[in-house]
């Protein structure tokens, strides 16, 4: 995907580097129109080149139209995203096309975290007056994105003694009994009223029926809409004890992604974009926070204003109805071209 992104980039004039990141990951694509030497903040557009769908779902499920809907695994979520901002970045290939220089940066592992290219995202964003994102555009209405919650993630771990379930049951200690214990303290923590969730995704534990199981481990999803609930949720989640005799916790707990909080920084960015759109022949309003996390959270919390959600119009991501609204098109297309070409 990286090499086909690239080839159409250079087609249009425009300079690449694709940059590996690993063994464990594809390369970074990395596609700009700055004249050498240009070192200015400009613009810095975030997308992602991996999606959830497995190898083989093509195949399974072929891309088809249906009336004005296209389907296709990763269409919305998000390779029309990137061929929106690509042909409009392709139109002004040339250095001087565009008020501040654009820096387009495609990372091959936002779905499971952006681990490999969260250090170039943030690089990047070093030197970047705006940031723009090509997630796709909030179902039912195109909306835009301002606010994301932050992500995070603890592993737990419970370690107990094990024994014989039937001659010796009083000399073992349940690790499966302990994470119960833990398992309604962390999911205790959702306040849905602060916007706070906790969520225990997957557990196991045991290893016989016979046997009081001496290790027990959970992986916990959590999200936060800013950060004094994040540094609260992780003080309690560092805080958790055990609550049953002879038992240890193995506690490790991060937050992934930082919140994106909407600044005024941001809602200024939105207002000039909304002119843009305004131009191309649609409203572009911003949908209230989302739990979903995404590239924009790292820009946004280095200070950098950012606008998410602005890739093609559709629904259905992470299925396989997934689709996209081909009407929609022609005017997000310009939509972007006018953004890039203008925005200052």
């Known amino acids: ?49 991996d999606t959830v769908h497995p190898v083989g779902t093509l195949l399974e499920t072929p891309y088809r139209i249906e009336g004005d809907k296209l389907y296709g695994p990763g269409c919305y979520d998000m390779k029309a995203g990137i061929y929106l901002a690509l042909t409009a970045l392709g139109r002004l290939a040339a250095p001087d096309a565009t008020r501040l220089p654009v820096d387009f940066v495609m990372v091959p592992d936002e779905e499971t975290g952006s681990h490999a290219s969260r250090a170039a995202i943030e690089a990047y964003a070093r030197n970047a007056r705006y940031g723009l994102v090509c997630e796709p555009a909030r179902a039912n209405g195109g909306k835009c994105v301002t606010a994301r919650k ?19 049951h009083e000399k073992g200690r349940s690790a499966i009994r302990e994470m119960a214990h833990q398992v309604l303290a962390l999911e205790g923590m959702t306040d ?21 199981p001496s290790l027990c481990r959970c992986v916990v999803d959590f999200r936060v809409p800013d950060m004094p609930a994040a540094e609260a949720t992780l003080a309690r989640m560092r805080g958790l004890q055990p609550v049953g005799p002879d038992m240890a916790l193995d506690i490790d707990v991060e937050l992934n992604r930082p919140p994106m909080v909407k600044t005024e920084a941001t809602a200024q ?18 949908a209230p926070m989302t739990g979903g996390g995404s590239d924009a959270n790292f820009t946004s919390a280095m200070g950098v204003p950012t606008l998410d959600g602005l890739g093609a119009d559709g629904d259905g991501a992470h299925t396989l109805h997934e689709h996209i609204l081909v009407s929609t098109l022609g005017a997000r297309a310009q939509f972007w071209y006018l953004l890039l070409k203008d925005l200052e």
């Not at 932050?150 to 010796?168: D, E, I, Q, Y």
């Open 192 to 212: 849905y009223g602060r916007g706070v969730t906790v969520s225990v995704g997957t557990i196991e534990g045991g290893t016989a029926t016979n046997t009081v």
């Open 269 to 286: 960015l939105l207002g000039k974009a909304r002119l843009f759109a305004a131009a191309a022949g649609f409203t572009l309003d911003d």
């Open 1 to 49: 995907m990286a090499r086909l992104v690239q080839a159409v980039a250079e087609a249009a004039g425009l300079r690449t580097e694709l940059r590996p990141l690993g063994e464990h990951t594809g390369p970074l694509l990395v596609v700009s129109n700055r004249a050498a030497g240009d070192t200015r903040p400009g613009i810095l557009i975030l997308a992602h080149l």
């Open 150 to 168: 932050g992500t995070g993630m603890l592993r737990l771990s419970v370690k107990g003694h094990s024994a014989h379930a039937g001659v010796a």
